[in-house]
């Protein structure tokens, strides 16, 4: 994302979405929802970007279009980092790789080194071991436990950011 145009970025993905919503183009409308998520992330603002991933979720699991869901579990990957859920994080970029693998879908470049850095600070704080553990059980998990997975997490940071 351009440094400044974050917010011109944020109005172009909501017209996109209503422009999808009249073609009824639930797919669009899913993707729009998760960029909106990883524009959220990248400013910081983790409970938008909750609920954006929420949001494309839903459209994902309610039209079948699973097959879209691996980027939005590596942008739920990045928050659970930003979150300090270290574990939770490597174990969704395993699901995110096993549902790439199962649907045949490559990650671009730029997918690949955002969701890398994103891991950085999660691959800093565990032991090998762990790593390793976590990324064995994302792997194993098939793309309808991995949205439960997603589902959960999702939940549990919008619940943290709850007032008290």
């Known amino acids: 994302m351009v440094a400044g145009r974050d917010a011109e970025a944020k109005a172009l993905y909501r017209r996109s979405a209503q422009r999808f919503l009249k073609l009824a183009d639930f797919l669009g409308i ?3 929802w998760t960029d909106l998520g990883q524009l959220a992330l990248q400013r ?3 409970s938008e970007a909750a609920s954006r991933f929420a949001d494309a979720l839903r459209i994902y699991r309610k039209q079948g279009f699973l097959s879209g869901v691996a980027n939005l579990i590596e942008g739920c990957a990045a928050l659970a980092v930003a979150k300090g859920r270290y574990a939770q994080a490597l174990v969704l970029a395993g699901a995110a790789e096993a549902a790439r ?3 045949k ?4 470049p730029y997918q690949r080194a955002r969701l890398d850095a994103a891991l950085q600070p999660a691959r800093k ?3 090998p071991a762990q790593i390793s553990d976590c990324h064995q059980r ?4 098939d793309t309808a436990r991995a949205v439960g997975y997603v589902r959960q997490l999702l939940a549990d ?5 709850l007032p008290a």
């Open 30 to 32: 899913a993707r729009c």
């Open 44 to 46: 910081g603002e983790y």
């Open 101 to 103: 693998s199962t649907r």
């Open 105 to 108: 879908v490559v990650a671009y």
């Open 125 to 127: 704080a565990l032991t």
């Open 138 to 141: 994302g792997v194993a998990l």
């Open 157 to 161: 940071i919008e619940s943290d950011e």
